[in-house]
């Protein structure tokens, strides 16, 4: 081929029809010249939806959120040099919590590298261990060979990032000039004709079986971050059933909302702080399904408490160094064949989810009645904000504190709701990005951030313009999470670890094109969410102004108060 | 120590005393928990300036401006998990141009690394190949071999950042709980009585005498992106006229301002536009100092002339694969050492010089007429910044069109100027930040951006209150580069390539609370930098509406016009 502008659009058309045949639809792209064969390939695919996005940092995280809702491998592109260095928050992101990105990196080809040319650097094996996979296969190159292995490329990248251990994958294609095909060139796609790549993935080994039962006693569920569907909700709370244990349901399990079950807990975290129930309660052995939970006082109690974890990736979260067995399953998949298997685990005792079960819903009323006589808090919000969530829908919570408020006082209700939040590595990055990405993902998704969350992230404000449900900014002050720590009080505390910006949130969703309400009460918040949600019209800001200090008394109160709580369960 | 919160303080403070005796003046920290012990370890330190900016990207380029600007290493710090990831972009620019920055990463300690725990990820070699050394020396020990180890490794690590190869050094250092010591702590720093680290630089091997004179007939010095002493240009000068070359003096190599010289070229870009000329005066060699010219003509023009590079550094810049000497040595050394060591190189040629200077004068004359007669454009606009920027002043010029407009339009002048620019990986990524930390690093500088850039770096905005020199941006509706290349008018061309952001500038500025003056003209122009450079107030954004098409009609027209002058040199 003498026009090497067509021969490159080729090379990227066999590449995304592999990799549209892998699944993938949605490609987020940031501007750039070296892109340009896979940008024209893209728009010559009928299958991708195309984001461009200025700041490759947001275009990542936005690309985190389509994958996250949408749970399909998403495309992200950008041009040489320290473009793609600006992915590498949200890879990181990506790799912890299990999330599928393909990362396209576009590059200078060989002759250039490493000889001091313009917007050159070393790209190779850029993300080092934070990707499942690194391909780098060349300059484009003529002929039916090339373009099988480019769709064999893509097919086998969209593969290795849903695997048995989903994330990241990166693929660094270099590009020679000309970058832009001749009249004359003829390119087209053949992605519906691509076959997909099946990876068989293999069943939990059976020697389980016999391992298990030498875990005695009684014992709890402990339902980590993760991602249920109904059915495998059905499948655990069945497992519950089973066994006669509590399942501990995490906020990011996705468990505390939708198919009921009895079984089903989630005032641990201040049930524990109450001595005598945490002495009483404590377990013989765990089941936990996913990651680490978010509750440092669940952790913290569970300590030295013989584990089980199951865990469809090949991460390895055990913190406390109290796993046991480590079964590489999908957590459903899991639930299914253990019932199967007609296995048993611990020792049956009927009064052990019955004290559980009573020692919860007192907790429940407790906290019910607490909030009743209370200020208004951020507890309140939540459980306005868990009532008026539509069936089905999504809401991302930000680390810090939003999600451990939100672990405090979601409490759990039978519509299901999605609960997200990027907690792999727990950054209070990329989280306006992620909410929009959220919503092009396909599922409706309001944020509930903090001030330097929300600030963290000002590049993301770009991306908020069209969305149709709102971000929800707790205006408190700078990063209220050291007032819980021992830095809390110390020389220069204000200025080197609360940090407090000083802009005005009303003026920046202007400047952003983004509808504001400020609000400071429960009757001003619920109008706020109400109108911001109604159909067809740009959600904007919620801007939630708490004083940070009556909150922190609050929440001191109320775990004081459980602590001292008469009547063990 | 029975106090573990006082042995990470006493670690953290022998390591301080250890950057500090190596030349370390500013630290510059994002908030945290895991970073607690480097924080008041840096409130014990008289020396450090302290710097808290709340988005780890944007702190990096800060601190890159800060070094740029001092010469000094600059530290940054941050907490655990993905928060160092953001400093990458500018760590690859530190690394690609040479600028010392010491990267503080505190971390989990080993236990918890690997297995889950939140806010932890593999940290190690995080920065791969882009920094000069990484160093894990592991949780802090008590005892005085402990502290004499920190120390040692602060001045290591501040001597590698500045070494015969300047640039990042990585220290990832993890911290066990509790990260406050207790009251009856006592820890003091001794950074006064630490000795600096010397590091022997060799001498340019003599060797080299004997292989230069084989480079025969007429030559040209080409002065790349570096940074020039008053003395070392001296010395530069003297050799250029010793070897009757002409010097061509890229816009960042900051040989264009400053003690005249007759030597001084600043019109080829615009020059070696004509053909007959390009032809005339094609040399036999070239000695380059530093990095290649952002000149694309020239560097075209270059193309299998054979090559001498002599860099301070041990980067490789040679895109055309032409060099043939390398010498890895200080320029302005080698310059000195060249006229002491009395060499001789190429073969002289009293006419070369002349037709040369001749050429230059004649291209400076027609570039002023044809700007006396043509519309406003960036053209006049970077005239008159030259003429009305205080002596020994900076200027960032960004990426992209700026920089390249400015090789074009800048002239030359005997004041000195800095010019900074962010050339190594040449992103449009972290501008305003490194602006701030330009003025941080103690030289007053004026910054001329294009809107995606500035748009690029939002959080930079937070950052430029107190800077009593304005940020330019000129406003011509996204990335216009993209016009002068192949991608220009293809379907989705603005979409997908010039990508304009629909952010009003004014309230944005408003925003941040910086001051807002827009101008379309040289009358406007010359009067809002006036005012925005007046003692003692906060400058803010001039923000410079340019009419791209028309511009681009404008370049065009010089260029075709300057093709075309008849009389060839």
New interface residues.
Partial sequence: MSDHGCLNLCWALALLDGLVAGGMRHLV?S?G?RS?PL??AA?RQAALT?T?V??E?SAAFFALGVARASGRPVGLLCTS???L??W??A???A??SGIPLVLLSADRPP??R?????????QT??F???VRAFHDPGPPEAGPAASKLMRALGRRAAAESLGDWPGPVHLNLPFRE???PGPDCVAESTSGTVEPLDIQVQAPATRISAALPRLAGRGLICGGPGDWTADGADALWQLAARLGVPVLCDPLSGLRFGSASSHRLTHYDSLLRHPATAAALKPDWVLRFG??PVSKTLLGWLADVPTILVDAGR?????N?DVRFKIDADPAAFCAWFADANLKLGTPDPDWIARWLQAERRLERFAADYLDQAPWCEGHLIRDLIAQLPEGEGLLCANSMPIRQFDTWSGQRSQPLRIFGNRG???I?GQTSTLAGLNAGGTPTTALLGD?SF??D??GL?ELRALQRPCIVINNGG?RI?DY???HG???FE?????P????LG??A????LAHRQVSDGAGFRQALAESMQAGQSAGLIEVVIDADLSRQIHRDFWQAVSRLRNDP
Wanted: proline share 8%; aromatic share 8%; net charge negative.
């Fill in positions: 792209l501007p010249s340009t940008v024209l728009q195309v461009p200025l700041d940092r040099g320290s473009a260095a600006h590498f928050p890879v990181i992101e790799s912890e002759e250039l490493g000889w001091g040319a313009n917007q050159t650097i070393d094996r850029f080092g261990v934070h000309p970058l832009v990651r680490s991460s390895w979260s055990d913190p160094h590595a727990s950054g990055d330097l600030l963290h000002l590049s770009l990063g050291f720590l021992p830095q110390l020389p220069g200025r080197l670890w609360r940090t910006m000083a802009v005005d003026t920046l202007h400047t952003f094109g």
